[in-house]
């Protein structure tokens, strides 16, 4: 089986920093792409930022420029800096990891528990 698991959460006045980290461990044959989501009391859950097996990034509209996704292939984590935070980046912080456990078997989705983010004004 395959765990996520997201650290760095906490409490930041807004204009701070955050640093998150998702772990990966288990059986891992393959990490094809690991990213993060997040979801707001009342809201549904969307992509924050994505980084594939083969580098290529994205970033949803309202965190470019401010946040920044990164992963560490041999250590099977995955970080995403968050700078300039607003009030607005409030929410329950979801690491996601499309998963090959072996070299034979199909790519599967894996989800967290999550890590809260809460930005005061």
């Known amino acids: 089986q395959v765990q996520l698991v997201e650290s760095g959460g906490g409490l930041v006045q807004s204009g701070g920093s955050l640093r998150l980290s998702c772990a990966a461990s288990g059986t891992i044959f393959r990490i094809n792409a690991m990213d993060w989501y997040r979801q707001a009391p009342g809201k549904e859950r969307e992509s924050v930022a994505a980084?594939?097996?083969?580098?290529?990034?994205n970033y949803a509209d309202s965190v470019k420029g401010r946040f920044t996704i990164s992963r560490d292939n041999a250590k099977n984590t995955m970080y995403l800096q968050m700078n300039s935070l607003k009030p607005e980046d409030t929410a329950l912080y979801y690491c996601?990891?499309?998963?090959?456990?072996?070299?034979?078997?199909?790519?599967?989705?894996?989800w967290g528990q999550g890590t809260q983010v809460t930005v005061s004004s």
């Open positions: 980084v594939t097996d083969y580098g290529r990034i």
């Open positions: 996601h990891a499309v998963v090959r456990r072996t070299n034979w078997g199909s790519a599967y989705d894996y």
